[in-house]
Structure formats: structure tokens, C-alpha cells
């Protein structure tokens, strides 16, 4: 059984460029989240998704930050444009549906690097 | 809200030897469940362990096991003879029912083995 899968593994970018990060979910989860780990701020979550519907992204830092979700078995996370503050790595997870005590199956994660 | 407090930034054990990491949360509401996950040096992040707020016994998982006193809003996570491997950070995580769909995590417990 696959995982959740994020590409790219690292990225580097200049400040200002467009970054997008991807994922794809275990096939089955209706449930897709997208969290920010920093040494400063932890784990955040940015957004989550249900049925492909955005539920809450209220932690989307600022405008710069958009997040789709096409189908049941892909999401984009885009920064544009990309500033150094925004460096982090990047999880998606996914989970499955009507329990919430299901666990959350996260990806390996996006090391972003903004110079 | 809810809030997960982790207070212990780093720990040391022997290998071999239990360890407990600590765990305290802040809810209103009656159903949750709390979990645990530990992320290696890789950087993924695995899960460990799970326990429902009415669940009547503690979570055990192998070498894992949780102990939950509901009424002190703890629940920390003991690891049973400890080995090398379990170097890592620890994260404890909660999800109410009444709340959003996603998990808060604590700020983490970097946790090292030594032979």
C-alpha cells in the first residue's frame, strides 16, 4: 500500500519565484491536510481539504499561499511569490473518513529553501 | 480551543531502559482522542499511538504505551526498553470531536538513547 507522496523532496528557490508542492494522497482518505514544520512555529497546518472541498484555511499565512485540490487524488500547495521567511518543510497527510480518531498518515515532506 | 504543552525540550535514557515523555492538553470538549508520533532524523513523521478520551484502558503498542489520567488532562507516552533506534522527536497530538477536523500538536520532546 503506498503512502502519501509529496514531491518535490527539496526544493531551493530565490525570493520571488513561484514554488509549487505536491501530494498525493492514500487512495481512499477523503481527508487532506497540508502543515508547516519551522523551528520557531512547530508543526502549523496551513489547510485541510474534505472531499476535495477546502474545510478551513484559516493558517494560509497570507495571499501568498493558495492550495487546490483537483481531485481525490491530488493537491498543490503554491507560494507566489516565495520570500526567505517562507523556508520550512512542507507536510501533507491524509486520513481517512467518519472516525475522527483516525490517524493522520503523513508524507515524507518538501524541505523549502528560499535564498 | 484546544492546546497540547509538552514541557520537556529534550530527554536522555539508557538503552534498555523505560522512558516517559510528558503530555498535557487543554479542551472543552468531552470526546477526543490524542496521539503520538515520532519523527527520526529522516524526517518523516510515524505514528505511535492512539487513545480516546473514553477509552477505559490505556493505548499500548508494543514497546508503546500510554498513560492517560483524564482528569489531570494527561497523557504521556512510555517507552519500554529503549534502543538506539528510538532517538527522535516526539509529538504529541489532539483532535476533539466538537473542533476541526485536524490534529494540534505540542512543541515536541527530542528524545536521545545512549548505549
Known amino acids: 500500500d503506498a503512502g502519501v507522496i509529496q514531491s518535490p523532496r527539496h526544493e531551493v528557490t530565490e525570493m520571488g519565484q513561484e514554488v509549487t508542492l505536491r501530494c498525493k494522497p492514500i487512495?481512499?482518505?477523503?481527508?487532506l491536510f497540508w502543515y508547516r514544520q519551522t523551528m520557531m512555529r512547530g508543526l502549523e497546518l496551513l489547510i485541510y481539504?474534505?472531499?476535495?472541498?477546502?474545510?478551513?484555511d484559516s493558517g494560509m499565512p497570507e495571499d501568498r499561499f493558495s492550495a487546490k485540490m483537483p481531485n481525490a487524488s491530488f493537491s498543490t500547495l503554491k507560494i507566489q511569490p516565495s520570500e526567505p521567511r517562507d523556508s520550512a518543510v512542507y507536510f501533507c497527510?491524509?486520513?481517512?473518513?467518519?472516525?475522527?480518531?483516525?490517524?493522520?498518515?503523513f508524507g515524507n515532506g518538501t524541505r523549502l529553501t528560499v535564498t | 480551543a484546544q492546546k497540547i504543552t509538552q514541557t520537556q525540550p529534550g530527554m536522555f535514557v539508557q538503552e534498555k531502559e523505560a522512558v516517559t515523555l510528558d503530555c498535557t492538553y487543554d479542551?472543552?470538549?468531552?470526546?477526543?482522542?490524542l496521539f503520538w508520533y515520532k519523527q527520526p532524523s529522516s524526517g518523516e513523521m510515524i505514528f505511535l499511538i492512539y487513545?480516546?478520551?473514553?477509552?477505559?484502558q490505556n493505548a499500548t503498542e508494543g514497546r508503546y504505551s500510554l498513560n492517560f489520567q483524564k482528569a489531570r488532562k494527561s497523557a504521556n507516552l512510555v517507552i519500554s526498553a529503549s534502543q538506539l533506534g528510538d532517538s527522535a522527536m516526539y509529538f504529541c497530538?489532539?483532535?476533539?470531536?466538537?473542533?476541526?477536523?485536524?490534529?494540534?500538536f505540542g512543541s515536541g520532546t527530542r528524545l536521545q538513547v545512549q548505549p
Open positions: 481539504f474534505n472531499n476535495n472541498v477546502p474545510i478551513d
Open positions: 487512495s481512499g482518505h477523503d481527508y
Open positions: 479542551t472543552s470538549d468531552q470526546s477526543y482522542g
Open positions: 487513545q480516546g478520551s473514553y477509552d477505559e
Open positions: 497530538a489532539m483532535i476533539s470531536r466538537g473542533g476541526r477536523r485536524a490534529l494540534t
Open positions: 497527510a491524509s486520513s481517512g473518513t467518519r472516525s475522527y480518531n483516525s490517524p493522520l498518515h
